[in-house]
T-cell receptor
């Protein structure tokens, strides 16, 4: 497809289970971001991948969260031993820009809604 | 990255221009101004960005003051579908930079 694709769109899990969320960025986009948005709250930065550089993991809230990006394309966000406070919409975005203002033109997916019971 | 200040909410009549202000008094020379919006239950949508000059595209116009300490996003003919939270973000693209979303302005377009 032409846009950023995320799966699953909805995930309900039990506390303590592990979950994986997938993001397919727009083809050719070198930058990929993960954000999360709790109900009624703003967007919280989680992690940023840019090309072959080491990812910026400074937004990950705990060591239960990890993300990888294979082959510079698809990314998977993994949450281990989920807690109820992990319930949120997890948003992925990609960007084609490598310099100048185009770096900040992010295209977002529709998100994966995670509910931890 | 420079901090931005936006009003928490604004109202606009359908068909009229919506002018959304943003203060970024600590902006530095290499930092860009970006605007995004988020319609309820959807992912954020890029609108426009600028560095020094005013910019216009099919969605909106961006007016940046000469001293670059503030900017205004203009939706020339607001429609009900423009009701959304609008985010003004300032960022310079040095190593480690990324977009950080603040609270934004809730724009409500009224019929």
């Amino acid at each position: 497809g032409a846009g950023v694709s995320q799966s699953p769109s909805n995930k309900v899990t039990e506390k303590g289970k592990d979950v994986e969320l997938r993001c397919d960025p727009i083809s050719g986009h070198t930058a990929l971001y993960w954000y999360r948005q709790s109900l009624g709250q703003g967007l919280e930065f989680l992690i940023y991948f840019q090309g072959n550089s080491a990812p910026d993991k400074s937004g990950l809230p705990s060591d239960r969260f990890s993300a990888e990006r294979t082959g510079g394309s698809v990314s998977t966000l993994t949450i281990q031993r989920t807690q109820q406070e992990d319930s949120a919409v997890y948003l992925c975005a990609s960007s084609s820009g490598t310099s100048g203002g185009a770096v900040g033109e992010l295209f977002f997916g529709e998100g994966s809604r995670l509910t931890v019971l | 990255d420079a901090k931005t200040t936006q009003p928490p909410s604004m109202d606009c009549a359908e068909g009229r221009a919506a002018n959304l202000p943003c203060n970024h008094s600590t902006i530095s020379g290499n930092e860009y101004v970006y605007w995004y919006r988020q319609i309820h239950s959807q992912g954020p949508q890029y609108i426009i960005h600028g560095l020094k000059n005013n910019e216009t595209n099919e969605m909106a116009s961006l007016i940046i003051t000469e001293d670059r300490k503030s900017s205004t996003l203009i939706l020339p003919h607001a429609t009900l579908r423009d009701t959304a939270v609008y985010y003004c973000i300032v960022v310079g693209w040095t190593s480690g930079s990324r977009l950080t979303f603040g609270e934004g302005t809730q724009l409500t377009v009224n019929p």
